[in-house]
């Protein structure tokens, strides 16, 4: 009998990105992911349908997704925003498709909705081509991470996108380089304390930083009457912050609370 063949072909720059695939069950299955896919990825934008604001779970630029850090290896695929890692991570090669198919058919409206059922790229603020995309199915061992199942898109070799737990948003990010400045919600050049500097030789706690300035911004913005409280109690973090000196987990740990904090107001 001949032998099975893949169904489909890898776009240029996925072949480059991806070494070969085995046919698994109808897919072609990576033990780990490939080597240029790992690194480190910045969240850039957050991406939701605009259309279908009632189930928003996050919104465009919000400061808890906005920033992030993703980091893929072969023994791990962890986001710096406190979800679970996903441990032995594998990826499964999914059928092309077109990327606007691909995010209307992930992300239906209710059908009794005076939306059409499936959104399209400029409802989710994509500015992104309707080309041809080969998305990318992670697994992980064991199970227990919200990676589990979640789906990455490869759009170039310095940008994916992705949406790690199943909630309506796209994540869309960009590969981190070494030289890349480091951007704080201050001029760095003009850092003084112990703990500006640690901010400014970290991209992740930068990120966070910058993620503190817009929540707290944004709680001012629906505080009404409480505006005096919310910057009273900014001004009492800030003491707890900067009790962590040069630590930097626990100046992510306490931006991270506070921005949570935040986004409750």
């Known amino acids: 009998m001949p032998q099975a063949t893949s169904p489909f072909r890898l776009p240029t720059f996925l072949r ?5 695939l085995g046919c698994i069950a109808g897919y072609a299955s990576a033990a780990t992911p490939p080597p240029n896919l790992q690194g480190t990825w910045e969240v850039v934008q957050v991406a939701v349908d605009q259309r279908d604001q009632p189930h928003w779970l996050y919104f465009p630029a919000d400061p808890r997704l906005l920033g992030r850090e993703l980091h893929i290896s072969d023994s791990v695929i962890s986001l710096n925003n406190d979800s679970r890692d996903c441990s032995k991570p594998a990826l499964a090669v999914l059928p092309k498709t ?7 058919q992930k992300f239906p409206r209710a059908p009794q909705s005076a939306t059409p059922v499936h959104p399209t790229l400029s409802d989710f603020g994509l500015t992104l081509p309707d080309s041809s995309v080969q998305p990318l199915q ?15 898109i490869p759009i170039a070799s310095d940008r994916l996108l992705t949406n790690f737990d199943n909630n309506g948003y796209v994540l869309v990010l960009h590969r981190r380089q070494e030289a890349d400045p480091i951007k704080a919600s201050f001029a760095c050049p003009k850092a003084q304390s112990i703990v500006e500097h640690a ?11 910058r993620s503190v300035t817009a929540a707290y911004r944004h709680a001012l913005t629906v505080s009404g009457d409480d505006a ?13 912050r ?19 904090q935040l986004m409750q107001q």
């Open 16 to 20: 480059l990105i991806l070494p070969p």
């Open 98 to 104: 077109e990327l606007q198919k691909y995010i209307g």
């Open 138 to 152: 992670v697994n992980c061992d064991p199970d227990t991470s919200q990676w589990n199942g979640a789906w990455i």
């Open 199 to 209: 901010i400014c030789t970290s991209a992740a706690l930068a990120g966070y930083d």
């Open 228 to 240: 005096a409280s919310i910057k009273q109690e900014q001004l009492d973090w800030l003491k707890t």
């Open 242 to 260: 900067n009790a962590c000196g040069a630590d930097a987990a626990c100046l992510e740990k306490s931006m991270r609370d506070r921005v949570d």
